[in-house]
């Protein structure tokens, strides 16, 4: 068990000395995409509310959370529908133009870290916005280090990198209309969105 923790530990590292790297770059440019990294074209032939088209690929991250774990039962199987577990919490928000993590969503990632580390069936899409300013491009990028930043913090608590899938909307998805500020808030978030495996 130490050395599936060392490896996690080993491999957390060499994740955070490749993005560091990033440093110096302008989340604009292609560096940012990474392996694994679903990032949604919603050009202006796609965008809209015409499905007619969808492909079978394009991903579903709707208002309603799926669990499913093949064999059955698996521990705390009620708990992310428990409005008084901090697993109910699957937004986490940014302040503008960052891909830090707020100290007060800190306990949440632990609880959902616990969660993950109990049932290494389950996955999480991190699904990453951004608020309207910014370039496209930009804001696709920043919602990617964003998700990315999420995982980062649930790997070195211990959850494994085979959990979990990074998505980008950028600025494509608000969860709020409008471009005062409370607005903007509210869209620059990473959701947490369990799936099965």
């Given at each position: 068990m130490k050395l599936i923790k060392l490896a996690v530990v080993a491999a957390a590292l060499i994740c955070l000395s490749a993005c560091s790297t990033f440093g110096g770059l302008k989340p604009d440019t292609d560096a940012m995409s990474g392996e694994g990294v679903v990032v949604e074209d919603r050009s202006a032939e796609t965008s809209g509310t015409d499905n007619e088209n969808a492909s079978a690929t394009d991903i579903d991250d709707g208002a309603e959370t799926?669990?499913?774990v093949d064999g059955g039962q698996f521990q705390g199987e009620g708990l992310l529908d428990d409005p008084n577990s901090l697993l109910a919490n699957?937004?986490?928000?940014?302040?503008?133009?960052?891909?830090?993590?707020r100290q007060e969503d800190v306990a949440t990632l632990e609880a959902h870290t616990v969660y993950l580390g109990d049932n290494v069936n389950v996955t999480v899409r991190l699904v990453g916005h951004t608020d309207d300013r910014?370039?496209?491009e930009y804001n696709?990028?920043?919602?990617e280090q964003r998700a990315l930043a999420i995982r980062q913090i649930l790997m070195l608590e211990g959850a494994s990198i085979n959990?979990?899938?990074?998505?980008s909307?950028?600025?494509e998805r608000p969860a709020v209309d409008g471009i005062d500020e409370s607005a903007r808030q509210q869209n620059r978030r990473?959701?947490?969105?369990?799936?099965?495996?």
């Amino acid at each position: 068990m130490k050395l599936i923790k060392l490896a996690v530990v080993a491999a957390a590292l060499i994740c955070l000395s490749a993005c560091s790297t990033f440093g110096g770059l302008k989340p604009d440019t292609d560096a940012m995409s990474g392996e694994g990294v679903v990032v949604e074209d919603r050009s202006a032939e796609t965008s809209g509310t015409d499905n007619e088209n969808a492909s079978a690929t394009d991903i579903d991250d709707g208002a309603e959370t799926q669990v499913i774990v093949d064999g059955g039962q698996f521990q705390g199987e009620g708990l992310l529908d428990d409005p008084n577990s901090l697993l109910a919490n699957r937004v986490i928000y940014f302040e503008y133009d960052s891909s830090s993590v707020r100290q007060e969503d800190v306990a949440t990632l632990e609880a959902h870290t616990v969660y993950l580390g109990d049932n290494v069936n389950v996955t999480v899409r991190l699904v990453g916005h951004t608020d309207d300013r910014g370039s496209r491009e930009y804001n696709l990028a920043l919602g990617e280090q964003r998700a990315l930043a999420i995982r980062q913090i649930l790997m070195l608590e211990g959850a494994s990198i085979n959990q979990f899938e990074v998505t980008s909307f950028g600025e494509e998805r608000p969860a709020v209309d409008g471009i005062d500020e409370s607005a903007r808030q509210q869209n620059r978030r990473v959701e947490l969105n369990y799936i099965g495996r």
